[in-house]
């Protein structure tokens, strides 16, 4: 099993500020590798896939970046309904989420 | 538009069974493989099986191989997971996800869209 490592569990930011989001696994997963958003009481919402490629109406200042073991998700301007959950997910093998940043206001 | 919507879940005592079922619309069904997705109350994300787009392979996560089965009716544009010698730790909400992949006939890839789920409760 691929073991996915997100850090840090939460990041305080303050709106129109750059968040920076962590992902490493513990084994090459290629670009492999996707990101969701999820709000409370929400399903999750894919946002990047192939580590670097924004999904459909995904606004630009989500982006994605790395391959191997080590990916980042930046939001490069926050807006307040930017504040959620994020989560990475390896799919170059049996799919591995992991556990989450949580992302609040600061 | 794209829709998927889950349905079978309820409170069932541990050692028992259950069906979920997941209805797709908006998209052409049997173009995609499938996924469960599991989220406890309070946690992360686990996915739990997959099937591709004919049913041919099926995938499933350690902690459920040998109790869960899932499986698919193209004809009916549906998703199933049968759930039986269920335990307390599968208690969660249970979403259905579409598949995306490069690679036609994998059963995994990254998940878009996901359904609102349909709670399990496993309790005595």
């Known amino acids: 099993e691929i073991v996915m490592t997100q850090s840090p569990a939460t990041l305080s930011v303050s709106p129109g500020e750059r968040a920076t989001l962590s992902c490493r696994a513990s084994q090459s997963v290629s670009s492999n590798l996707a990101w969701y958003q999820q709000k409370p009481g929400q399903a999750p919402r894919l946002l990047i896939y192939g580590a670097s490629t924004r999904a459909t109406g995904i606004p630009a200042r989500f982006s994605g970046s790395g391959s191997g073991t080590e990916f980042t998700l930046t939001i490069s301007s926050l807006q307040s309904e930017d504040f959620a959950v994020y989560y990475c997910q390896q799919y170059n093998n049996w799919p591995t989420f992991g556990q989450g940043t949580k992302l609040e206001i600061k | 538009e794209v829709q998927l919507v889950e349905s079978g879940g309820g409170v069932v005592r541990p050692g028992g069974s259950l069906r979920l079922s997941c209805a797709a619309s908006?998209?052409?069904?049997?173009?995609?493989?499938m996924s469960w997705v599991r989220q406890a109350p309070g946690k992360g994300l686990e996915w739990v099986s997959g099937?591709?787009?004919?049913?041919?392979?099926?995938g499933y996560a350690d902690s459920v191989k040998g109790r869960f089965t899932i499986s698919r009716d193209n004809a009916k544009n549906s998703l199933y997971l049968q759930m039986n010698s269920l335990r307390a730790e599968d208690t969660a909400l249970y979403h259905c996800a579409r598949s995306v992949s490069t690679i036609f006939g994998v059963v995994w890839g990254w998940f878009d869209p996901w359904g609102q789920g349909t709670l399990v409760t496993v309790s005595s």
């Open positions: 099937i591709n787009w004919n049913g041919g392979s099926t």
């Open positions: 908006g998209f052409t069904f049997d173009d995609y493989g």
